[in-house]
C-alpha cells in the first residue's frame, strides 16, 4: 500500500480513510506540531545538514552537547551518535571482529548487530557449549533488548551459566526500547550490572521512539574514543545536528507523551478480554500487540484497520505487529479492543 502523507494515526488509502496501528512512533512524536517547531528551530539554527566530518577542524557543539545528555540519561561513562542506528551497529561490530574471535548471538537478534560469523547463544535450548568450557577468551554477545515479537525486555539470567574463563563483551540493541522501558524511558543497559561482563555497549537507532534521525553508540571512555578514531566514523557525516537541537529542547514533551501512552496502554488492558482462544501477545508496559493470526490480520483490514505486516529478516513467517502510539484516541482503542475481543 503507498500512501502520499505521514502515517499517523489515521491514513488515507485510494482515498478511504483507515485507523493507522503500525510503525514506530511509539511515542507519536514524528506528527507532533509542538515537535515539529522545535525540529524547525532547529533547522534555522543548524541549517538542513551538516555533510562533514565529526572531526574536521569546525566542530559543532550540539554534538558534544547532545552526547553528554545521553551519556547521563543512559547510564553510561560516554556516548557517541551516528546518522543511523544500523550505522552505529555495524561500526560496533566491525571494530570488535578486529580483536576478537568468537561472536554469540541471542535469538533473533537484529542483523544490525549480527556478525556473520556468530553462533547462536542457545543450541537446543540449552546454552551453546563452547561459552561453558575452561578455555580462556574474549566473546561478544549480541542480543535485543527486546525481541521484534516479544512484549517483555530480555532476560540477562544466561550470563550467571556462562564459564568464568570468559572475558564478555555485550552488544545490546534499545532501539525498539529507548524512550519506552525503563525509568523515565532509559531503557535497559544500565539495569544490567552481572559480574561476568568485561564490557557493555548499548546501540540504537533514534527514530523511533525518539522521533529523530541519527542513531547512539554508549559505554566506556575508552571504547568510545576508539570507535571515533575509526575511519569509518571519521569519514562520515554525523547525526542531523537541527534534530539533536529539538530533541534537547523536547524534554517535556517527550515527558507528556510517555504519560500519554502508557494512559493508552492501561485503557487498552482493561478493554481487552483475555480468553483460551488468544492467539496475540500484549503486555501493558509495552506498545504493541503481536499476532499470530493472519485472519485477525484480514479482519482488521476489512474493518479499516491497517497494522504492520511484513516478512521479518530473522523470522520464519510473517510478522501481524499492532502498535499503540500516544497519539490514538480512545475510540481508536475501542474500535481495535472490539475486534480483536
Do not use: C
Not at 550470563?159 to 526500547?177: F, G, M, N, R
Not at 522521533?211 to 571519521?234: L, M, N, V, W, Y
Amino acid at each position: 500500500m503507498k500512501v502520499n502523507e505521514f502515517p499517523n494515526r489515521k491514513i488515507s488509502v485510494n482515498n478511504e480513510p483507515y485507523l493507522y496501528f503500525g510503525g514506530t512512533s511509539y511515542l507519536g512524536m514524528a506528527s507532533n506540531t509542538e515537535f515539529q517547531k522545535n525540529i524547525f528551530e532547529g533547522l534555522k539554527k543548524w541549517g538542513t545538514f551538516y555533510g562533514s566530518s565529526r572531526n574536521a577542524n569546525i566542530k559543532l557543539a550540539i554534538y558534544e552537547e547532545a552526547e553528554n545528555y545521553f551519556s547521563n540519561f543512559l547510564g553510561s561513562e560516554d556516548s557517541l551518535t551516528t546518522s543511523s542506528g544500523t550505522l552505529a551497529g555495524k561500526m560496533v561490530i566491525d571494530y570488535l571482529s578486529k580483536t576478537t574471535q568468537k561472536f554469540f548471538h541471542y535469538p533473533k537478534t537484529h542483523p544490525a548487530v549480527l556478525h556473520p560469523n556468530s553462533l547462536p547463544l542457545f543450541l537446543n535450548g540449552k546454552l551453546h557449549p563452547l561459552l561453558q568450557n575452561d578455555i580462556s577468551e574474549d566473546i561478544v554477545i549480541t542480543v535485543d533488548a527486546i525481541l521484534a515479537l516479544e512484549t517483555q525486555p530480555t532476560s540477562f539470567d544466561f550470563l550467571d551459566a556462562i564459564s568464568p574463563q570468559k572475558k564478555i563483551t555485550l552488544v545490546i540493541d534499545e532501539s525498539h526500547s529507548l524512550g519506552i522501558i525503563g525509568k523515565h524511558g532509559r531503557g535497559i543497559f544500565s539495569s544490567i550490572n552481572s559480574n561476568k561482563l568485561n564490557r557493555k555497549i548499548l546501540i540504537s537507532s533514534l527514530g523511533k521512539a525518539f522521533g529523530i534521525s541519527g542513531g547512539i553508540i554508549a559505554s566506556d571512555k575508552h571504547f568510545i574514543k576508539a570507535i571515533s578514531a575509526e575511519p569509518i566514523f571519521i569519514s562520515s557525516s554525523g547525526a542531523n545536528p537541527a534534530y539533536l537541537e529539538a530533541f534537547l529542547k523536547s524534554n517535556n514533551l517527550y515527558k507528556n507523551q510517555r504519560k500519554k501512552l502508557f494512559n493508552n496502554l492501561d485503557f487498552l488492558e482493561n478493554a481487552l478480554k483475555p480468553n483460551d482462544n488468544n492467539n496475540y501477545q500484549f503486555n501493558k508496559k509495552y506498545p504493541v500487540i503481536y499476532s499470530t493470526s493472519d485472519v485477525l490480520h484480514e479482519k482488521l483490514l476489512q474493518n479499516n484497520i491497517i497494522i504492520a505486516r511484513f516478512k521479518y529478516p530473522t523470522y520464519e513467517s510473517y510478522m501481524n505487529r499492532i502498535v499503540i502510539t500516544a497519539n490514538h484516541t480512545k475510540n481508536d482503542l475501542k474500535k481495535l479492543s472490539n475486534l480483536i475481543n
